[in-house]
């Protein structure tokens, strides 16, 4: 994505015309990046959540509270695996407007992405059965200001 946007900023500043291929090349890496990267964010624990109360609540309510929303998010995700996996299907019939890829390429991520995550969410809860709701070590550095 970097170097597709450097092309394009050449292109545009230094020689004075635009790079189309650069530009979407540009846009289909930060899908990719995006969707690789919310599975990443799920095992470090960056992901955004509100979770005073159930920092609260004794170990088996938290439990509790834990697979149910692990089972939540795992509902929402086969969604968008099942609506990916139909996107990556219909793209062998397309290809992207100026680089001319098959756009296939570009939505066999979403299902994997998705499922990346899902399989995080089902990590994440083992891992943290015995504290579901523990806090990280990037919560308190937060509420320290380092």
């Not at 090349?25 to 960056?46: D, E, H, K, N, Y």
């Not at 390429?105 to 579901?132: C, K, N, Q």
Request: aromatic share 14%; hydrophobic share 55%.
């Amino acid at each position: 994505m970097l170097v597709a946007v450097g092309f394009q900023i050449l292109g545009r500043y230094v020689f004075g015309f635009s790079i189309g291929d650069a530009t979407e090349a540009a846009s289909f890496a930060q899908v990719w990046l995006g969707l690789t990267g919310v599975g990443i964010a799920m095992r470090r624990g960056t992901i955004f959540a509100i979770d005073v109360f159930p920092q609260s609540l004794s170990l088996r309510p938290a439990r509790v509270l834990s697979v149910i929303i692990a089972g939540i998010n795992l509902s929402f995700l086969a969604v968008l695996i099942y609506g990916g996996w139909i996107l990556f299907q219909l793209g062998f019939g397309q290809t992207s407007p100026t680089i001319l890829i098959p756009m296939w390429i570009i939505y066999i991520m979403i299902p994997i992405g998705m499922s990346y995550f899902a399989l995080e969410v089902v990590l994440r809860t083992i891992e943290h059965w015995d504290e579901p709701f523990r806090r990280t070590s990037l919560d308190v550095e937060l509420e320290d200001g380092s």
